[in-house]
């Protein structure tokens, strides 16, 4: 099975819009590809948001829309099953994104989340990504997309080397 680990910076509290989006895809047991991006978001950026990912309006300068993104990077979200630490939240961000800018994709996405997993694999601890971080040894520059999605896909392999069934955690996330 192709996992596609993903995550996603936002601008704002409006979470509508990627600042940023870092892509890791796992085969055969290992990470195979690694993309990164900063997006233009076409937002004002929101104080908060600056300090925790360090993207401002200055750094998304010359980066490419969501569309013009799009276009590049949807045959790689589509080339396998969708994996994201707290799912809920990337899957919301590409589904306002796909919305508001009018983009068709599919309307129902298969998706693992992390954090789901981990509640029923590893009860009783912490699954906020450095916290599992912490407790796999994984190196982490957190809120920075491309170390998020790395981490995600090295969390996802640790669960998958212990046995776990990731037909178990399939949810269907609606993009219409």
């Not at 192709?2 to 704002?12: G, S």
């Not at 996405?109 to 796999?136: A, K, Q």
């Amino acid at each position: 099975m192709r996992y596609i680990a993903f995550d996603v910076e936002t601008p704002n509290r409006f979470n509508s819009r990627m600042s940023a989006i870092g892509i890791s895809v796992v085969e055969d047991g290992q990470i195979v590809r690694s993309f990164y991006s900063l997006v233009d978001p076409e937002q004002p950026f929101d104080w908060f948001n600056v300090q925790l990912t360090g993207i401002d309006s200055a750094a998304v300068r010359g980066a490419p829309t969501f569309p013009e993104l799009w276009a590049r990077i949807e045959p790689l979200m589509s080339s396998g099953l969708l994996v994201a630490h707290n799912a809920s939240f990337d899957m919301g961000v590409l589904k306002k994104c796909l919305h508001d800018y009018g983009i068709p994709w599919r309307p129902q996405v298969p998706g693992l989340c992390t954090v789901r997993m981990g509640r029923r694999l590893l009860p009783g601890i912490s699954h906020r990504l450095n916290d599992m971080c912490v407790y796999y040894g994984i190196a982490l520059a957190h809120h920075r997309a491309d170390s998020d999605s790395r981490a995600c896909a090295l969390i996802l392999l640790q669960y998958l080397n212990a046995g776990a069934e990731p037909k178990r955690f399939i949810r269907t996330y609606t993009m219409e």
